[in-house]
């Protein structure tokens, strides 16, 4: 509901922002890359970490699903929450921005002169952007928003949406690392948890390069690294906590 309306009181949506990138589906690859990262990683570590305590498949099972399942709800809420209340802000802003432009019009459009002046206008042309800009309230409060204070409305997703993406990639990259253990003993699912949570990180890490133009070895790489020292430092403390 806030980001319609939040769109409303700034015209819409604007037709240059019309490439793949910028549509809400674009960007939500940042809930699914941090989900899915986020999952991997931590239930690998607790995984990993519970398995150098007690080789015992069903301790394993239940207490990797009961701290995937908790994960990903608090992933989820956190990720709304977290929308909602930069949503609220962007709200906020604007109604203070709408009620300057119409208490201190004059100071307003002199800061519109101030913003087009440092971007090299002068003169007549740069009366005339004011001029312009001005005369559509839609457009003079958008500007105010993304120039003054360097609020873009389209970073702005539906909370509710952001929320159930992140839990919903967070939970199922968490099972990752658990299923082995559903399938085979211990010493056998060990292997099969850790190597496939590995080649899973790489390529995340390689799949996300298709959107941020980078190396996709090195993307790769670093994520499957992290993995890496989840699980050794997952397994350090589980042999620690089973030996005490």
Known sequence: MSRSRILKELGGRPSYLDEAWHSSKGRAIRE????????????????IGVYGALHDSRIILITGIAS???GALSM?????????????????????????MKEMPDKEREEVRKIYRAKGFKGEELEMVVH?????????????????????????????????VTAATYGLAAFLP???????TPAQAFPSSVVT??????????????????????SGLELMGIGLISALVGYGIGRLAGGL
Do not use: H
Not at 81 to 88: A, L, P, R, V
């Open 32 to 47: 699914v890359i941090y989900g899915a990262t986020d999952g991997l990683v931590t239930s690998l570590g607790f995984v």
């Open 68 to 70: 995937a399942s908790a």
């Open 76 to 100: 989820g809420f956190s990720a709304y929450i977290s929308s909602k209340s930069q949503s609220e802000f962007f709200l906020a802003e604007i109604d203070r921005e709408q009620r300057e």
């Open 132 to 164: 312009r800009i001005t005369s559509n309230p839609k457009v003079w409060l958008r500007c105010m928003m993304e120039e003054e204070l360097g609020l873009i409305v389209e970073s702005f997703e539906n909370p509710l949406m952001v929320g159930l």
């Open 197 to 218: 949570s590995i080649i899973a990180l790489f390529a995340l890490g390689a799949g996300k390069t298709r959107l941020t133009r980078l190396s996709p070895w090195k």
């Open 178 to 184: 658990i299923l082995p253990y559903a399938i085979a």
